[in-house]
């Protein structure tokens, strides 16, 4: 068995367990894992659809450009929540540790370990774009919150509401 033929006879088991690993990642990781409506669960739908296609486009040896979209996806996702740079990006890197497991796990790819390395430098690449990406996400974050700032508009959406307010004031009168 040839190393695409072993990625494409193994894909269910390498992408499942890709996105189960980065679901688990989130703190409610039941929740992603078995909710499947997308409009109830966006993130875990997303997350889903972004990893599986990725996976397909490193099998079918994709352009970079093909992988943008699907990055992004995945990337936006990850930059808008309360994730350490590194731990946003971990699971693009995760895909070499993944495959290995499944690799290893079979007396029938077992042998195909030692030719992963050429895939590892397009997984590589793949999380580099990634972690391009996520920084362009962060810096519009920032920018749309200085400008939240600069409007005022902070003030309503960073402040209590106005009824606690008036609690709050009365209560420190009486």
């Known amino acids: 068995m040839e190393l695409s033929e072993a990625l494409s006879a193994k894909k269910k088991d390498i992408v499942g367990l890709w996105i189960d690993r980065t679901l688990d990642s989130y703190s409610s990781p039941g929740f992603f894992k078995k909710s499947t409506d997308p409009f109830a669960n966006p993130v875990g739908s997303i997350i889903s659809q972004g990893l599986t296609i990725l996976y397909e486009h490193l099998l079918a040896n994709a352009e970079q450009q093909e992988f943008v979209e699907p990055l992004d996806q995945v990337v936006r996702i990850r930059a808008v929540q309360d994730f350490a740079p590194s731990q946003a990006m971990a699971p693009f890197l995760e895909l070499k540790w993944v495959i290995r497991q499944i690799f290893s796990a079979s007396k ?10 050429k895939l590892d430098c397009r997984i590589d690449a793949m999380a580099l774009a990634a972690f391009d990406n996520y920084l362009v996400c962060r810096e519009q974050l920032f920018r749309n919150r200085i400008r939240e700032l600069k409007s005022g508009r902070a003030i309503l959406t960073d402040s209590a509401c106005p009824s606690a307010i008036m609690r709050h004031n009365n209560d420190q009168s009486a």
């Open 108 to 117: 029938e790819t077992r042998h195909l370990l030692g030719e992963l390395d």
